[in-house]
């Protein structure tokens, strides 16, 4: 096993309403870090405007652990917001995300963090898609295959739990809350030519709660994510 003792790594917690989910997330992720001897590390847990206990959780989850801190919004902000603002307090060298839906197996938590220190993008992509509704699924496929069509780019996805190197972002426009929110990132890292590599992942399912209803807003705000990458490009 390569070890990663000398890279460090911010990951960023995005959740909301995951009071039944966020200490699962944290326990896999604090193993993952574990197995791979990576010892430098923080973990950003930022509450998204929760109404059930997720708060709670995540500032018990935080005075045992001088490694985790914990942000909260007021009112639910989306994960494009959570994640530019986790990128802004993140200080180690390397800063990504996972949600805190204990969605990602174990296993695919450690796969990412295999990559840290080998190259300056880490983007997942998922290998079990039928566990999606046909519809999520075709939707999905969509998306990808818009971005790469658009753009001249060859991704296998990009709504990812990706991780990067955090110089590589410097520069980086991200401006945008909608479920664009990653592909506003990778359009403009590719197509710098920042080295990457692509990683398997596989989801599992929810044990608690729900995910959020695709809304009709978000199609809007992905058009207009569209429009300003292709200024920036």
Known sequence: MI?????????????????????????????????QELSDYEIIIINDGSTDETEKIAAELSSNNGHIKVMSNPRPKGLGYNIRTGIRAAVKDYVGWFPGDNQIILESIQKIFEQIGKTDAIIPYVTNPKQRT???????????????????????????????????????????????????????????????????????ERVYGKSSVIKWKNIFLIGKTIINLARII
């Open 134 to 204: 046909f519809f999520r699924l075709m939707l999905s496929r969509s998306y990808t295959m818009a971005f790469n069509t658009l753009f001249g780019l060859h991704l296998k996805y990009f709504n990812g739990p990706c991780f990067f190197r955090r110089d590589a972002l410097k520069g980086i426009v991200m401006t945008t809350d909608s479920p664009a929110y990653m592909a506003e990132i990778l359009v403009q890292l590719v197509k710098k030519k920042t080295p990457y590599v692509e990683v398997p992942f596989c989801n599992q």
């Open 3 to 35: 070890k990663n003792m000398n890279n460090s790594v911010s990951i960023i917690i995005p959740a909301l309403n995951e009071a039944g989910n966020i200490e699962k997330t944290i326990q896999n992720v604090l193993l993952a870090l574990e197995n």
